[in-house]
């Protein structure tokens, strides 16, 4: 049966003000979660901080010079030791990371990060948590639909249109599933896509726009999707799954540009106090 955390719901707003201030970050975020949830959905909770392991982890292959990121799941430490010895890493990682030392990429072309990423999504369709499944379903479609739109929005100019176009996402598209087939392989508008994906022509038609606005429409339908694979969920771990993606939201618009940040902040605000209506069934 699945858990209900109402006093951690109720209290988001509390751990989000501090007169008129965010008083927590992603970071404080998860401490709290720890601490709430069950080691069950705690676990769960975890897989959503991969994708910052993921890029650290780019970061100590490509010897970049920069900071890692604290927000994700393995200390630095850990995961550079695993660079060399990688059996206390998540599976995925190893398998990535074998077939990096070999130089025997599964997938030639994609860059360091997409190999990896196709490794990590491969292991996400493969959880049993369906938010967490369908999740990364969902972000890794809308990635490859963007991907797919760019392709074709950048090298209209060309004369062979299809043949490069083709070329250059087959070393971009992440998966092999029905929506990257039909994105490698369809030149209609929608890519042949708007039965399967309800949400396509909102972002083709965000793709006509200025990328400040397409980049801050990509992130509402995800925002918008949350909300969607949430409504039934109230008080239910599910909730505070969606809660913190949108908090990773919320901080890379603020990064990005305050105004919007501090937009999507009131959003989320209001959102979180229109749920107190308890449904009946509590």
């Known amino acids: 049966m699945a858990s209900n955390y109402y006093y951690f719901i109720a209290g988001l707003p509390d ?22 949830l069950s080691p069950e959905d705690f676990a769960r909770f975890n897989l959503l901080r991969l994708p910052f392991d993921n890029d650290n982890l780019v970061g100590l292959i490509e010897k970049k010079e920069r900071e890692a990121d604290k927000r994700g799941l393995i200390d630095e430490e850990d995961l550079a030791a695993g660079l060399k010895f990688p059996d206390a890493l998540p599976h995925y990682m190893q398998c990535f990371l074998e077939a990096f ?26 959880q049993q948590c369906t938010f967490i ?13 963007v991907t797919a739109i760019n392709c074709r929005r950048n090298l209209a100019h060309l004369d062979a249109l299809a043949t490069d176009r ?39 038609g965000l793709s006509r726009g200025k990328t400040l606005e397409f980049e801050k429409g990509i992130d509402t339908l995800r925002w918008d999707t949350l909300n969607d694979m949430t409504t ?11 809660f913190y993606i949108k908090l990773i939201i919320v901080e890379r618009w603020r990064a990005l540009d305050p105004v919007i940040g501090r937009e999507r902040l009131d959003k989320l605000l209001e959102e979180l106090k229109a749920s107190y209506a308890v449904p009946a069934l509590f």
């Not at 039934?232 to 969606?242: P, R, V």
């Open 232 to 242: 039934a969920s109230y008080f239910q771990a599910e909730t505070i799954y969606a």
């Open 101 to 126: 030392h070999e130089n025997r990429p599964p997938h030639p072309g994609l860059t360091v990060a997409d190999q990896l990423a196709w490794f990590f999504h491969e292991e996400m369709a493969q």
């Open 15 to 36: 751990l989000l003000l501090d007169e008129g201030k965010v008083s927590t970050t992603c970071i404080d975020f998860a401490v709290e979660a720890q601490e709430q």
């Open 166 to 204: 083709d070329k250059a996402a087959a070393v971009l598209l992440i998966g092999r599933d029905d929506v990257a087939e039909a994105l490698l392989r369809s030149n209609a508008p929608d890519f042949g896509l708007s039965a399967q994906l309800p949400w396509i022509d909102r972002l083709l």
């Open 133 to 145: 499944r369908d999740w990364y379903a969902f972000d890794l479609q809308v990635r490859n639909v």
